[in-house]
């Protein structure tokens, strides 16, 4: 019976080919791509079926071909059928791929194109989208800032709008809090940057063609010293694509593993598919390759400082989120925000779902105190009290304001008492017992500059309330003081504040309302963290849920190789580099050092860049110049959507579309692995089908076609895609989550997002870090700490050593008793880019701060001639060039003779940067302020020597001093800087 079923469907194949060929042009167009004979059999030739695609049709016979150009054997009718017979079960599949109960052959491009013809049988007819009666089809996208309806007329988009729910999605939650009931609005309230997309694809910027550097030969001279110089002409994708697969195979002949270096910046567009953790990871891994390990850019204090007083490292040291946004406006009295501007920063990935929740706040009489130097926007919208202080000065603050606890008795003693260890020795550190010195509000003072009747002022309301403390851009960590040279001691000072006032208790947690709404997170769907299509166990979160429930094929870098991200420059130029792990599975990870090269191992000949640019978001980004010229770097590869940034030092640059040219899916703000549950940003949890809403522009291609086009010149294209196109990966993940049990596939495609029901008001979470406060088994859906890590009982307690929160942290005092600057109990060490470092204050007297940008998402929607650039707060238009912003205090203008925006010369003795001067009385004295992260670089000739950079790289300026000694962190949010008018606008030219 079975083998008569398979003869059937062999029977049947053509005439489904002929019938999709009817209804789909584009699989009518795919088919006249290719002639050729494709044969289907069993292994021993007892069951076998040829087709003959010739000229966009297909005829068929049954037996076996002498000669066919594919071949498709299965081990036995049971293995055939579960590949032929729908539903498919994945998992079979992959499992008789790995066990070879399957075996293709044939040219690697003729076998992906057969498989993949096969497969778009299932969706050439789907309907995507949904017609509109203006004329337009709407398509839905997500992205870094929120999801979107894409409306598209005639192949061209016509607007993009955040998604507005209708009546037959899921009913919202409603929190009930003092005698009031709030319900957020039912629409997606996305970043600037999201609505900025439409502009972006149809930027001048844009990379169109494949390109290859003027004065580049693969086959003669090179002139490495020219990158960055030189100019670009045109190639064809088959030139460009043989140089890149060559120079690889190349590297593996004449340098062997580790040659090939791979570097990519820490975001890129959004999607579980075409993410760097997913399809580049999957490129990588088949290569073989040296990574270049990323360190937590966004939570530096955090993993390298304040998870050794207390755990959570799997979240990289910040604090978790349920049931707070409820706690907080039932119980909290005041919320002090610390560094945290999330009106800017939108928690991560939020757009301004949060700024809802905290005007509910105002509303219930919620107060609020801002310490940051500057009066951001955050404290202009809601209001309260504004504490300016020195940047990196913030410990000293927080030791007075605790020392105002202890001399006063405004502390929890019973939680103290029970819940940590080490405090009499801290107790004794405030109080000058250990080393002569109180931290009084009088010494804080020299530090900060805030007045010591203000802190006392402020530890003692404080005490007096229930308070929650914003720490971070997200309240719970992220960015902030965390990113700047004494963002360990902050980070550190964060979680003993909170120790001390009974951190768990009602109305008595870390937040500012961004994180911890009401949403199911039982639901399951992968988060981009998890691999998507990677098949990696190591560097992605992927074998907690995804592999088991997506399966595909493994795949694994055999090269062990790495280099810091942050030292990849002095890999290049000097040959080795020391680095430390970012590993969150335990407290102990971060300690280990790795070398570059490893024995055995080449060093880095090829560099392959991948999206985005680096010079605006990595400190002392100006050595990546000299990096990029060195001749031991003999061949740079740059795959980017836009010519920006590190695009001008490639040899070849190959030309990727947008999110819109191609298909993806995604949760909105859906990380997973160290960003667990940050769904809880939103009031909806909603999963996003990321239509190909257009055609890729000019002849760019899509980041996974580009990878399998490389691949195939190496053979391993039917590897890389296991015979999938990205919308066949798309369906895979569907199936993998729990969408099927609430929504069909063809449903799916056609509204393009899904919106996951709230729990009921019993399936709340309780409120975070309530269980320890009441010494209760831990209640919190987080898989952390691991079971091993339990100091006693398994679920009761901390990751800690002691199962408490640690005043003197026990694995800094076992692994760093000769770090001076990391020690175990958490001193003040005044800032290095500061008043503390004489020489070189009197000579760059101004603190730059430089922080996550309001309107563009790092480098994203910068400078690609998108409408953020007319964001007078973004960029300032000035003699047809828009400059980067710095904002200046009146006092420091005026003594420099500053109007309002004048072009300045930012400098110090790392590089130069030009700006436009934006006069603010919101900025302390003493203090700059810019964003990070332009993605123009665009230097010019400076008359003090050197190069200026007019496109407003402030980091080019920030030092490469880890931030703390033993650390692969980078402290690049605060730097000394002096400023000058700039009199050389003839130099600028337009």
Not at 514 to 530: I, V
Not at 618 to 641: D, G, K, T, W
Not at 779 to 808: H, N, R, W
């Amino acid at each position: 019976m079975k083998r008569a079923l398979l003869k059937g469907i062999l029977f049947g194949l053509s005439a489904a080919i002929r019938v999709t060929t009817a209804r789909s042009p584009a699989f009518r167009k795919q088919l006249r791509e290719r002639n050729l004979v494709a044969q289907i059999r069993l292994k021993d030739g007892s069951i076998g079926r040829h087709y003959c695609l010739r000229g966009g049709k297909v005829s068929s016979a049954a037996g076996l071909h002498p000669a066919p150009d594919v071949t498709i054997a299965f081990h036995d009718v049971a293995t055939a059928l579960d590949f032929m017979k729908p539903p498919v079960d994945q998992a079979k599949i992959v499992h008789a791929a790995k066990h070879f109960k399957v075996t293709v052959q044939g040219p690697d491009k003729l076998v992906v194109w057969f498989m993949q013809l096969l497969n778009q049988l299932q969706t050439a007819t789907l309907q995507m989208g949904m017609p509109q009666r203006d004329g337009t089809v709407r398509y839905t996208t997500n992205t870094n800032g929120g999801p979107l309806f894409v409306h598209v007329k005639d192949g061209r988009i016509v607007r993009t709008t955040p998604i507005d729910l209708d009546r037959d999605d899921a009913a919202s939650w409603t929190i009930h809090a003092r005698g009031r009931s709030f319900v957020p609005r039912r629409s997606a309230t996305v970043s600037p940057h999201a609505l900025a997309l439409r502009s972006m694809v149809y930027s001048e910027n844009r990379l169109l063609y494949p390109m290859k550097r003027v004065d580049f030969d693969p086959n003669g001279e090179r002139n490495p010293q020219n990158r960055g110089k030189s100019g670009y002409v045109r190639i064809s994708w088959d030139e460009a694509l043989d140089i890149v697969s060559s120079e690889i195979k190349r590297m593996k002949r004449e340098h062997g593993p580790g040659a090939v270096a791979i570097y990519h910046s820490s975001h890129h567009q959004w999607g579980n598919v075409g993410y760097y953790l997913s399809a580049l990871q999957r490129f990588g891994n088949l290569i073989g390759y040296t990574r270049v390990h990323l360190n937590p850019d966004s939570w530096e204090g955090w993993y390298w400082g304040a998870q050794h007083h207390y755990g959570n490292s799997m979240r990289l040291g910040t604090p978790g989120g349920y049931g707070l946004v409820e706690d907080c406006l039932k119980e909290c009295e005041q919320i002090v925000f610390w560094s945290s501007d999330p009106e800017t920063t939108s928690g991560c990935y939020a757009g301004s779902e949060g700024t809802e929740r905290r005007l509910w706040a105002k509303e219930l009489g919620i107060e609020f105190i801002h310490i940051d130097p500057h009066y951001n926007p955050t404290a202009q919208l809601l209001g309260g009290r504004w504490i300016p202080l020195r940047p990196g000065s913030d410990s000293a603050l927080a030791q007075a304001i605790m020392y105002v606890w202890v001399t006063e008795g405004r502390y929890d003693r019973d939680y103290v008492a029970t819940k940590t260890t080490g405090f009499e020795e801290w107790r004794a550190y405030l109080l000058g017992e250990s080393d002569g010195v109180a931290k009084t509000p009088e010494w804080q003072e020299a530090e900060t500059g805030v007045p010591a009747k203000d802190v006392r002022a402020l530890a003692r309301l404080w005490a007096s309330r229930k308070t929650y403390l914003a720490a971070g851009g997200a309240g719970q960590g992220l960015g902030g003081a965390g990113r700047n040279p004494t963002g360990t001691q902050w980070a550190r000072s964060m979680i003993l504040l909170m120790a001390m006032q009974g951190w768990g208790k009602p109305g008595v947690n870390f937040g500012n309302l961004q994180l911890a709404t009401p949403l199911d997170m039982t639901f399951y769907f992968p988060g981009y963290a998890e691999g998507g299509i990677s098949g990696d166990l190591y560097w992605t979160a992927s074998a907690i849920s995804n592999y088991n429930r997506m399966p595909h094929v493994l795949s694994m870098n055999p090269v062990k190789q790495m280099i810091p991200r942050q030292k990849l420059a002095d890999a290049i130029i000097e040959g080795r580099s020391t680095g430390y792990y970012w590993d969150g599975v335990s407290l102990e990870a971060q300690f280990v050092p790795f070398e570059y090269p490893l024995p055995g191992h080449s060093r880095v000949h090829m560099l392959y860049r991948y999206g985005a640019s680096s010079f605006g978001t990595m400190a002392n980004s100006q050595r990546m110049v000299e990096a990029y010229r060195h001749p031991s770097l003999e061949f740079v590869v740059n795959q980017s959507i836009w010519h920006e940034g590190e695009t001008q030092f490639a040899d070849v640059i190959l030309p990727a579309c947008t999110m819109l040219e191609r298909y993806d899916i995604g949760e909105w703000s859906g990380a997973g692995a160290y960003g667990h549950h940050i769904q809880q940003q939103l009031n909806h949890r909603m999963i996003v089908m990321q239509h190909k809403c257009i055609e890729p522009l000019g002849e760019s291609k899509s980041d996974y076609q580009i990878f399998l086009e490389i691949l195939q010149r190496l053979g391993l294209g039917a590897v890389f895609s296991e015979g999938c196109s990205e919308l066949d990966w798309c369906k895979r993940v569907f199936d993998s989550s729990d969408l099927p049990k609430y929504v069909s596939w063809q449903a799916f495609l056609r509204k393009g997002y899904f919106v996951v029901p709230a729990p009921s008001e019993a399936q709340r979470e309780p409120a975070y870090f309530r269980w320890f406060a009441e010494d209760r088994h831990k209640d919190a859906p987080e898989p952390l700490p691991l079971p091993s890590q339990y100091a006693e009982e398994f679920g009761k307690g901390l990751q800690t050593p002691s199962g408490k929160i640690e005043f003197v942290s026990q694995t800094l005092q076992r692994a760093c008793a000769d770090n001076p600057e990391r020690p175990a109990l958490n001193r003040y060490i005044p800032s290095p880019e500061g008043p503390a470092d004489g020489e070189r204050f009197a000579r760059y007297p101004l603190q730059l701060l430089s922080s996550h940008p309001r309107y563009s998402f790092h480098t994203y929607s910068d400078g690609k001639g998108s409408f953020i650039n007319d964001l007078s707060a973004h960029r300032i238009l000035k003699d047809g060039y828009y400059y980067w912003p710095l904002r200046i205090s009146p006092q420091d203008a005026a003594v420099r003779g500053i109007a309002q925006h004048d072009l300045v010369r930012v400098f110090n003795e790392r590089g130069a940067v030009l700006c436009a001067a934006e006069i603010t009385p919101l900025i302390a004295p003493g203090v700059l302020k810019a964003f990070e992260s332009s993605a123009v670089y665009d230097p010019i000739p400076d008359r003090h020597g050197g190069m200026i950079d007019r496109g407003g790289c402030v980091n080019l300026l920030t030092s490469p001093r880890p931030i703390v000694k033993g650390s692969s962190g980078m402290a690049s949010s605060n730097c000394l800087v002096e400023i000058e008018k700039w009199r050389e606008t003839a130099a600028c030219p337009v």
